[in-house]
């Protein structure tokens, strides 16, 4: 059998919460085109609808603090011998 070779993609987004408690999610296979400006329309629009709360103090949603994506290449070994 050979070795395997897997990618993936994510998007991983920090935020902050007007308590100070802090929270980072993921979203897997993002687009490939995703702006600064596609960031800033997000956190208004979490701004505005507090569509998560903090989970330590129930804290309102303060702003993403940062957003970066992941790209991963994950190499998986045969070591079955050969003969």
Known sequence: MADTLSR?????IESMFVDGDTRTFSIKDPRVDISQSDIASLDA???E?????GDKYGGTFGRI?????VDKTTTTLDLEDAS
């Open 8 to 12: 993936s993609r994510e998007l991983k």
């Open 45 to 47: 629009f979490m701004q």
């Open 49 to 53: 609808n507090n569509i998560i709360i």
């Open 65 to 69: 603090t940062a957003a970066t994506v």
